[in-house]
């Protein structure tokens, strides 16, 4: 089955380390995207990519950075990770020729920031 | 203001009845989509369904519908016959324009508890 997989799927780290949170796909979808989920504030973007050479930022994306390095891969990075960075974090996928913008989901990073 | 609105802190209903969870929304574009995601206890984010804006019927898929109301900005997604399995976190979320450039913006979720 094409699918959406994200690695890690548990991360501890400390304060002030680097993370880097990968996602790859084969379902051969140009658009990828980064969402974190918090209780309570459901899933927020934090950054978006609608083909390798766009990139855009999200409704929250002070802290992180993305590098799509092919269409199949986006990664997200924590510069210098703190603890409100402690969240659940998704990857996602749609197709650009499908008009309703249906997005599909890897199983999501657990992040703990110490 | 938000965009998407969930206000229910949390729903329960008993085995095999059925159950709504509304979801309001708020936008200016004539064109957008709804969808609903559903999050069990594991974390994956499943698809459930989607209404567009043009639509002329309610969605449905199963066991689940959509009662969408366009003027009065609402798509409740209703569950019949409810299971054990439904237990889970529901996410309303809205695609506004068309698919171009489009991104979604989710609502801050439904937990569900379905009794024995």
């Known amino acids: 089955d094409a699918d959406v997989t994200q690695t890690p799927r548990n991360r501890i780290t400390k304060t002030g380390k680097r993370i880097m949170l990968e996602c790859s796909q084969t379902?051969?979808?140009?658009?990828m995207y980064w969402y974190r989920q918090d209780p309570g504030l459901g899933l927020r973007l934090i950054y978006y990519?609608?083909?390798?050479?766009?990139?855009n930022k999200g409704e929250i994306s002070d802290g992180y950075s993305v590098s799509r390095q092919a269409q199949a891969k986006f990664s997200l990075s924590l510069e210098s990770a703190i603890p409100n960075q402690t969240a659940l974090y998704f990857c996602?996928?749609?197709?650009?020729?499908?008009?309703?913008?249906?997005?599909?989901f890897g199983p999501g990073t657990r992040l703990t920031v110490l | 203001a938000q965009k998407i609105t969930q206000t229910q802190p949390g729903m329960f209903v008993q085995e095999k009845e059925a159950v709504t969870l509304d979801c309001t929304y708020d936008?200016?574009?004539?064109?957008?989509?709804l969808f609903w995601y559903k999050q069990p206890s594991s974390g994956e984010m499943i698809f459930l369904i989607y209404?567009?804006?043009?639509?002329?019927q309610n969605a449905t898929e199963g066991r689940y519908s959509l009662n969408f109301q366009k003027a009065r900005k609402s798509a409740n997604l209703v569950i019949s016959a409810s299971q054990l399995g439904d237990s889970a976190m529901y996410f309303c979320?809205?695609?506004?324009?068309?698919?171009?450039?489009?991104?979604?913006?989710f609502g801050k979720g439904i937990t569900l508890s379905v009794r024995p």
């Open positions: 979320a809205m695609r506004e324009g068309t698919g171009a450039n489009s991104k979604l913006t």
């Open positions: 936008t200016s574009d004539p064109s957008y989509g």
């Open positions: 990519s609608f083909d390798v050479k766009d990139i």
């Open positions: 379902k051969g979808h140009d658009r």
């Open positions: 996602a996928t749609s197709r650009r020729q499908e008009r309703r913008n249906e997005q599909f």
């Open positions: 209404q567009g804006s043009y639509d002329q």
